[in-house]
C-alpha cells in the first residue's frame, strides 16, 4: 500500500506560480512512476504530468507544456509540480498519483494509488 499527501495548493492570481508537493510511504518510491492530474468542477479527471522512477523521462499534457515541470526527490520520497504562468483555466483539484511497475503512463487508469488532492484556484 502507498498513501500520498499532496500540499502547496491555495489562492494565486493570474500569472503567479505555485509548487506542489506529494509526499508518499509504503513502499520503494523510486520503484513508482509518479504522476499528477487535475479535476475541474463538473470535468473528467485529466493528466497533467508524469514522470519515471529515476526521474530521466517526463511527459506533459499540451495544455502545461512549457509551464509546468515535474521533477522527483527520491531521497525525500516526494514528486513536486511547479506551475509558472498559471491561468484561470488551471483551477481543478490536483492529485497526486503513483504506478508500480516501469511504465510512465497518461491514463488516470493506470495509476495504483492516489491522494486526497490539493485545491488549486487561479483569479483573473
Known amino acids: 500500500q502507498v498513501q500520498l499527501v499532496e500540499s502547496g495548493g491555495g489562492l494565486v492570481q493570474a500569472g503567479g506560480s505555485l509548487r506542489l508537493s506529494c509526499a508518499a510511504s509504503?513502499?520503494?518510491?523510486?520503484?513508482?512512476?509518479m504522476g499528477w492530474f487535475r479535476q475541474a468542477p463538473g470535468k473528467e479527471r485529466e493528466f497533467v504530468a508524469t514522470?519515471?522512477?529515476?526521474?530521466?523521462?517526463?511527459d506533459y499534457s499540451d495544455y502545461v507544456k512549457g509551464r509546468f515541470t515535474i521533477s522527483r526527490d527520491n531521497a525525500k520520497n516526494t514528486v513536486y509540480l511547479q506551475m509558472n504562468s498559471l491561468k484561470p483555466e488551471d483551477t481543478a483539484v490536483y492529485y497526486c498519483?503513483?504506478?508500480?511497475?516501469?511504465?510512465?503512463?497518461?491514463?488516470?487508469?493506470?495509476?495504483?494509488?492516489w491522494g486526497q488532492g490539493t485545491q488549486v484556484t487561479v483569479s483573473s
Open positions: 509504503g513502499r520503494t518510491f523510486s520503484r513508482l512512476a
Open positions: 498519483a503513483a504506478a508500480e511497475g516501469p511504465i510512465v503512463t497518461r491514463t488516470k487508469n493506470e495509476y495504483d494509488y
Open positions: 514522470i519515471g522512477r529515476r526521474g530521466s523521462y517526463t
